[in-house]
């Protein structure tokens, strides 16, 4: 370990610390009878300091747009349901447990079939996920 003073003032005394192979550098400002450091930066860690505003400048600009369309779906789709709404979807579950009664189910086209599986799966999923989430852990499902 190597001391140096690199420069010394009335108000400051700038010195380094050489450790193994990295310089620290240490600015003391002397205050009356009193001595503080003021910082202690080791040099390579200098141009840490200047790359934050730049990461978040990058950031910001590449977050912008992808916000934008994010709050674009957002407002139509995660809306809860007007009053409006509450009767139309109140007669849809009436027409699913009258077509499952009745057996009409089975008229329905592959596609409809298709998309109503999908969705039941995507519900049946999102549950498991929920679950999981819950309890902390993945143990006790057979995944």
Known sequence: ???KNLSVSAK???SCVIWGDKPII???WVRGDRTSILESWPSSSRNLAEKPPVLVNAAVTYSKPRLATFWHYARVELVPPTPA????????LKKIVKSAQTGSFK????????LNGLVATDVWMWFYVSEIIGR????????
């Open 1 to 3: 370990m190597q001391f």
């Open 12 to 14: 400051s005394v700038t």
């Open 26 to 28: 240490f600015n003391f």
């Open 107 to 114: 008229q329905l086209t592959v596609k409809e079939a298709l």
């Open 136 to 143: 902390c852990g993945i143990i006790g499902y057979n995944v």
């Open 85 to 92: 709404e509450i009767p139309t979807a109140i007669q849809s």
